[in-house]
């Protein structure tokens, strides 16, 4: 009985691979038909090419989270990680600056969702309209998350695999509309973005393409109710990877080779909905635009909130269960669903958008979320050589060790390294200050940590070796 209402207590061990893999996907696979344009301003023509090398960039850094995965099998990801490699004030920095991007997608996303709506069916909505709405999705959202796994990861993998198909189909049909022509790429190199330090605006511009990259670092997330081998994990990692940068590749490629760089990117477009607008009027189609428009953006990116949403709880419930916040955080309702981490998440996503409406700080915030990211992943691969050279036995029997060990893991923290500095460059006084509030309220929660919490119990992870006091 004691060991019942133990698992009662938790959360629910049930997830099959298939859908943990669809967690991380759905995560990553976003923004493809609403923020292309800000990715073609980035590296025109060569977008395509931006995202097969960011693919490459990102492999690594996958790879090394593949190793650390089976190792620990509850949710807490770069929590336990940085705990375990340097220490717990590292380890809530990495968790709170990783947090700093899954926080931000929610309110973004759902205030696209109702911009898209606005822009489509000619409503016209005002900017308050436009809130209320996405507010409504917020709490929806909210309401979902608290239901029970299976129902939440079986409508994630839904809207994932509607939009990827419909993705695809929209690549073919740009290749063979009869206006596609090699032509238009003669300028692979292209972009919007000034030089900056001597590095090109092309290069700094693909450092930025980090952005619909990050997600496969749910999967720690979600280890603690899979019902599978750990180990397996990396099918979900790497395989999430894999899979959105080949569709990213081939979508803009497909795109690439519609206009110039200019055209596709001329009038409205340039804010926004650049594929959309461009079979629209340049093509003179009217059905599948519409058709592609609600499938990727209302379903596509309503994989994207559940993703990041589910991982943000999970990644607060973790630090309830071990101590970096207050117990209260790793309640759960009948569904096993944790409760005070959802409620947390509405509040802070309403506010962002109530901030939107009085202030810049949203849009802000969200231009520096992929420094935030590649900054929790740079710290995690330092972790993960402490790991290994203070736990070499953890190693064994792992089939999932980096190949090349140490060097691998240095390579990863090399390029997160860089592509956080490339995320800097060009930023506004703004975004720099709305990023310096967040990292202030975590200062005040790490304080209140050292000087109250943790001189009273200790911080609680669970090893290889056991549960171990940090």
């Not at 409504?136 to 909210?142: G, P, T, Y």
């Not at 499938?295 to 990116?301: A, P, Y």
């Not at 559940?306 to 309702?333: C, D, H, I, Q």
Request: proline fraction near 3%; hydrophobic fraction near 50%; glycine fraction near 8%.
């Amino acid at each position: 009985m004691a060991s019942n209402d133990k698992q009662q207590s938790g959360l629910k061990k049930s997830v099959a691979l298939i859908f943990v893999y669809t967690v991380a996907t759905g995560s990553i696979f976003t923004y493809v038909s609403y923020w292309d344009s800000v990715f073609f301003n980035y590296c025109g023509a060569g977008t395509f090419l931006a995202f097969g090398l960011m693919t490459l960039a990102i492999l690594p850094i996958a790879l090394v989270y593949s190793e650390l995965s089976p190792m620990f099998h509850t949710a807490g990801g770069e929590l336990i990680y940085n705990t375990v490699g340097l220490n717990k004030h590292v380890g809530f920095l990495a968790s709170w600056l990783i947090m700093a991007a899954w926080i931000s997608v929610p309110p973004a996303v759902v205030m696209a969702i109702a911009t898209f709506v606005s822009r489509t069916f000619g409503l016209n909505l005002t900017f308050g309209t436009t809130m209320i709405i996405g507010a409504i999705i917020l709490v929806l959202v909210f309401l979902m998350s608290l239901q029970d796994i299976q129902f939440l990861v079986k409508a994630q993998a839904t809207c994932l695999f509607a939009n990827i198909i419909t993705t695809l189909i929209t690549g073919i049909l740009l290749l063979c509309s009869g206006h596609w022509s090699f032509a238009n790429l003669s300028n692979l190199f292209e972009t919007n973005l000034t030089s900056t330090g001597g590095i090109p605006g092309w290069v700094i511009g693909m450092a930025l393409l980090i952005t619909p990259f990050f997600g496969f670092e749910t999967v720690p997330q979600m280890v603690e109710e899979g019902d599978f081998p750990t180990s397996n994990t990396k099918k979900a990692i790497c395989g999430s990877v894999i899979t959105c940068g080949s569709i990213y590749m081939f979508f803009f490629f497909c795109v690439a080779g519609l206009d110039s760089f200019s055209n596709l990117l001329a009038g409205d477009a340039q804010n926004g909905f650049m594929t959309i607008t461009a079979m629209q009027t340049l093509l003179g189609w009217k059905v599948w635009p519409l058709i592609y428009g609600c499938i990727s953006i209302l379903m596509g990116m309503t994989a994207s909130i559940l993703g990041f949403w589910m991982s943000t709880v999970r990644m607060m419930y973790s630090m309830g269960k071990k101590n970096f916040l207050p117990e209260a955080f790793t309640k759960v309702n009948k569904h096993q669903q944790p409760v005070l981490p959802n409620i947390f998440l509405l509040c802070i996503s309403l506010a962002f958008i109530l901030l939107q409406n009085a202030g810049t700080f949203m849009n802000d915030f969200f231009n520096l979320m992929s420094f935030g990211c590649a900054c929790a992943y740079a710290l995690t691969m330092i972790s993960a050589v402490l790991i290994h050279r203070k736990h070499p036995e953890w190693y064994k029997g792992n089939k999932n060790v980096v190949k090349g060990g140490d060097a691998m893991r240095i390579l990863a923290m090399v390029i997160m390294v860089a592509i956080a500095y490339f995320c800097t460059l060009g930023q506004g006084k703004g975004s720099w200050i709305s990023f310096g509030v967040y990292m202030g309220v975590g200062v005040v929660i790490w304080l209140w940590m050292v000087l109250v919490r943790w001189t009273k119990s200790k911080v609680i992870i669970e090893t290889p070796d056991g549960n171990k006091e940090f």
